[in-house]
Each structure stands twice: as C-alpha cells, then as structure tokens.
C-alpha cells in the first residue's frame, strides 16, 4: 500500500496494534521519528486522527515543543514525515499496553513493516477472548466460567 499522509500511517498501526476491547487512548500506539541533524524529533500518537507533537532533545515527559519553534519550524504538520523520510536516521515503536517496542534505522524499512501489518487489525488469537467475552457476557448461567473451565481442561487433557 502507498501510505500518503500522516492518517493513512496512524489508521494502519493503530488498527493493527490496537486489541479490540482496549478504548483507552493512554495505549494508543506512540511512534518517534528522529532525523538527521536535528536534535528535535517528531512524535506520532496513531490513533483514529493522529495526534502530532515535537519532542526537544532535553525535554521531560509530557513536555513538547511548537512546530514553529522546533527543528521543524520550515515544514508543515502534515507533510513534514514525508519530504524528510530520507533523512530518516531512526523510528521507534514504543511499547505500550500490549505493543512491544521497535525500531526501524530507515524509511523503507517501516513501511515494509508497515505492509506487513494486518490491515484487518490485531491477530484472531488477541481478538478472541474479546469476541467470547463479549459474546456472553451477562447470560445465565454464567457462561465466561464454563468456557474458562472447558479451556482449562482442554488445556489438562492436550498436556496428558
């Protein structure tokens, strides 16, 4: 896929990141895009709108820069990750929640991984018990017990 903006980068990682039940946006995947010669680097909060901010080198959490005092200050919000992907020197993938941490040293590289991200979001085997859950939640007798018992012994029976 041909990713074009900063939507279309947020909307594939978020879906594939992001586990169904989980509508806090404090585990909203997080990626960092350092440069080449410049200290300041761009953080990406993915979410269903993306969420741009600029990070100083000395900066404590929470604290960030306006884009017309940073690095950046000549290039748009928008557009900005695009006209300097080959100045990329490294993107990290913070972990959160249930994301694992990772980097890419170049632009190429995060969009491979990003290709080979599941477009339809996270894997069946995360998604699962959410869809049980869901599925029976509040019917009697209380069904979350017996699948949690029907798992356990499955679990017993494959160890004998």
Known sequence: MAFKSN?????RVYRALKTPSDDNPRTDPILAFHFK????????RCNKTPEMSIKGKDQTAGEVKFFAYSDFSDFREDDVLFRLRDEVRLIELYRNGAIEARTFDTWSEFVKWLDGLDENGVQISLKLPHLVYAAVRGQ???MQNFIVEAIKSALRTDKS
């Open 37 to 44: 010669g410049k200290a300041d680097y761009i953080m990406m």
């Open 7 to 11: 939507a279309d980068l947020a909307r």
């Open 140 to 142: 009697q007798p209380s």
